[in-house]
């Protein structure tokens, strides 16, 4: 059972299981596991691939974070949410989506253009190991 704390925005936080939370204000309505980055505002907005003003990400969202309310950002850690299914993904790499806003996915973007960034491994089916690497662009340089 999480435990619910009330911080500002700009805290940190670390959970009895190690996750690493950051708290940040929503520039629109987020959804619980959606990858995030924050905008030239200072705000997170969800994360999308296949445009380098959406990238790179900070982090996958730790519950539903209203637009313009505050809400946590898991940085590194495990993050279980229903909204995943990793079947047949165990053990494997998951990345920011380029189709889905917010999306993350196990299968790497690959289209010329499009930003790869890992953003965890699945330990289990609706589990997220959060471990966040760099961003390289497809074909080109960022």
Same mark, same amino acid.
Not at 71 to 78: A, F, I, Q, S
Not at 111 to 125: D, H, N, P, T
């Given at each position: 059972m999480?435990?619910? #704390?009330?911080?500002?925005?700009?805290?940190?936080?670390?959970?009895?299981?190690?996750?690493? !939370?950051?708290? #940040?204000?929503?520039?629109?309505a987020?959804?619980?596991?959606?990858?995030?980055?924050?905008?030239?505002?200072?705000?997170?907005?969800?994360?999308?691939?296949?445009?380098?003003?959406?990238?790179?990400?900070?982090?996958?969202?730790?519950?539903?974070?209203?637009?313009? @309310?505050?809400?946590?950002? &898991?940085?590194?850690?495990?993050?279980?949410?229903?909204?995943?299914?990793?079947?047949?993904? *165990? @053990?494997? #790499?998951?990345? &920011?989506?380029?189709?889905?806003? @917010?999306? &993350?996915?196990?299968?790497?973007?690959?289209?010329?253009?499009? !930003?790869?960034?890992?953003?965890?491994?699945?330990?289990?089916?609706?589990?997220?190991?959060?471990?966040?690497?760099?961003?390289?662009? &497809?074909?080109?340089? *960022?």
């Amino acid at each position: 059972m999480r435990q619910r #704390f009330i911080r500002r925005v700009g805290d940190f936080e670390r959970e009895p299981d190690g996750t690493e !939370i950051a708290i #940040f204000t929503a520039a629109a309505a987020i959804t619980e596991g959606d990858a995030v980055f924050v905008n030239s505002s200072g705000r997170v907005d969800r994360a999308r691939a296949d445009a380098s003003a959406t990238m790179h990400a900070v982090g996958v969202a730790y519950e539903a974070i209203a637009s313009a @309310g505050a809400g946590r950002v &898991v940085t590194h850690g495990p993050m279980r949410s229903d909204n995943y299914d990793a079947s047949g993904r *165990l @053990g494997l #790499f998951a990345y &920011v989506s380029p189709t889905s806003a @917010g999306g &993350v996915t196990g299968v790497p973007p690959s289209s010329s253009g499009q !930003i790869r960034q890992q953003v965890g491994v699945w330990r289990e089916r609706r589990l997220l190991y959060v471990t966040l690497g760099g961003a390289t662009q &497809v074909g080109g340089t *960022l």
